[in-house]
């Protein structure tokens, strides 16, 4: 409202400019020094709400639609190592949050989980479990819990590398010269997995909105589909990669890989496996070997990307105003599939098929009050103290020192295993499990690891009190 003197002088007028009218009116409120002091009051005539400066909806702005573009990083990134293993990664398609796939280095190993690894035959010890190893094995264990498993990579599942396997699955060809060679199975993406149908919504809501914009003839909208469709082919060249697990020399025997897995909780998982599994899951370095190799021709290329994204939104902020509007449907569509496959657990991303997984059980059942009772069910599996000292799984004091040596003495004298009813499995390493039962370890009944360790305890608290006492009788007779 702008206030203004009226023509008389006497007062000040009141004229408001907008669209809604007023009646303005004056009432004398003040009178001092013999002058009188008129305030003016708008009166609300005929008000009605605005819209779009008085334009209504045809000149609804939405010019903010480019910054969807660029949301929805944390659901992008959950999964897009293991996108990038398929070939699908390739496709034309709608991207939420592209540039959060072209930082200026990318990573060179995957992420792991905190734990302690010890071989219990070979001594290799590592402080945490690799990405495969753990979205293969790593379900949430209760405390002081202690299962077994058995993996195999079986013989019959050597195959050769089918059109899904290396379009969808990101599984290399063998040279020409191999082509006879039957092919170890490989681990890979899953190719009709939740990850395959967020890519292929993204592809289709692309060639909609290209589709669209041609028949609404909006030449913006038609490079800005273009521009932001392509730059997601683009970032699949920049971070393609395959894993690359180490593999024994040729002519060396594999030794007996078993592996013991100590979680922050006391819980313990035993991996009954050969060398070669137990270096590929636990012991070696999962490298990622990327396709683009050249850092400087990667920076290169993401350089590119970028400039290709914000080209991309100043053309998507100059569409029609029906267009935005299906931007921003499409985007709203893309970053809720990309937040319901990030949401999922990470192992339905990934086809693990070429390990096979039996479950063994403990007598006792893989529950424990203790940890003490834990690590005597884990010495009784694995036969064997020695990985306890390595793994830093119990103190190095005389108590359990002792205790130590004769939980694995007593291990042997029980060095039998039957065929029956799993206790408590899980369900997910059971898919290979006989129909008879699987393999159940048996344990002594007259020992009770627990009421030993306290024995040892005792005793030697004792020994030392006696020793304390005599020491100072000693000194006292002196």
């Known amino acids: ?82 996108s990038a293993l398929s070939r699908l990664f390739y496709l034309p398609r709608l991207l939420p949050a592209p540039q959060a796939l072209l930082p200026p280095s ?18 290799n010890n590592k402080e945490h479990v690799h990405h495969i190893a753990n979205i293969l094995l790593g379900q949430e264990l209760p405390t002081f819990t202690v299962r077994c498993v058995k993996v195999t990579k079986p013989d019959e599942l ?40 967020v890519t292929l919504t993204g592809f289709f809501l692309s060639v909609s909105l290209f589709m669209i914009s041609f028949i609404l003839g909006d030449g913006y909208s038609m490079i800005a589909t273009l521009l932001l469709s392509f730059l997601s082919t683009l970032i699949g060249i920049a971070n393609k990669w395959h894993l ?41 370095p999962e490298e990622i070997e990327y396709d683009i190799k050249s850092l400087p021709f990667y920076r290169i290329i993401s350089l590119m990307a970028t400039l290709i994204l914000m080209l991309g939104i100043i053309f998507l902020a100059n569409a029609k105003l029906q267009l935005q509007f299906a931007w921003a449907g499409s985007y709203g569509i893309i970053n809720a599939a990309h937040w319901a496959a990030a949401a999922l657990p990470a192992k339905v991303h990934w086809d693990l098929s070429c390990y096979k997984i039996e479950e063994q059980s403990v007598a006792g059942g893989p529950t424990n009050k203790t940890f003490t009772e ?3 069910k884990a010495i009784l599996i694995t036969k064997s103290k020695e990985w306890v000292t390595i793994n830093e799984a119990a103190p190095q ?61 005792r005793e030697n608290k004792l020994a030392k009190k006696l020793e304390k006492d005599g020491g100072v009788r000693g000194s006292q007779t002196v």
């Open 1 to 82: 409202m702008i206030a203004s003197r009226s023509p008389d002088g006497g007062g000040l007028a009141a004229s408001c400019i907008g669209a809604a009218d007023f009646r303005v009116f004056e009432t004398s409120v003040l009178r001092m020094s013999g002058n009188q002091a008129n305030t003016t009051i708008a009166d609300l005539g005929h008000w009605h709400m605005l819209w779009g400066n008085g334009g209504g909806f045809y000149h609804f702005q939405l010019d903010i639609v480019g910054f969807l573009a660029v949301l929805g990083e944390s659901s992008v990134t959950a999964n897009a190592q293991v």
């Open 106 to 123: 990318r990573p060179s190993e995957l992420p792991s989980r905190r734990a302690r690894v010890t071989g219990v035959h070979t001594g």
């Open 158 to 197: 050597k195959l050769r590398p089918t059109r899904m396997d290396t379009i969808f699955k990101g599984v290399q060809k063998k040279n020409k010269s191999q082509s006879s060679e039957l092919l170890p199975p490989s681990i890979k993406a899953k190719a009709t997995g939740p990850l395959s149908a």
């Open 244 to 284: 690359k697990l180490a593999k024994r020399p040729t002519g060396s025997d594999p030794d007996r890989g078993d592996t013991v897995i100590r979680y922050p909780n006391g819980s313990f998982l035993v991996v009954k496996c050969d060398d070669d599994i137990a270096r590929e899951l636990y012991f070696a």
């Open 374 to 376: 834990a690590l005597w």
């Open 397 to 457: 004091t005389p108590t359990w020192e002792q205790w130590l040596d004769k939980a694995e003495m007593v291990s042997w004298t029980v060095d039998k295993i039957e065929t029956g009813p799993l206790i408590n499995p899980i369900p997910e390493w059971n898919m290979h499990t006989p129909p008879k039962g699987g393999t159940v370890w048996l344990a002594p009944k007259d020992w009770d690891a627990k009421a030993a360790w306290d024995k040892f305890d």
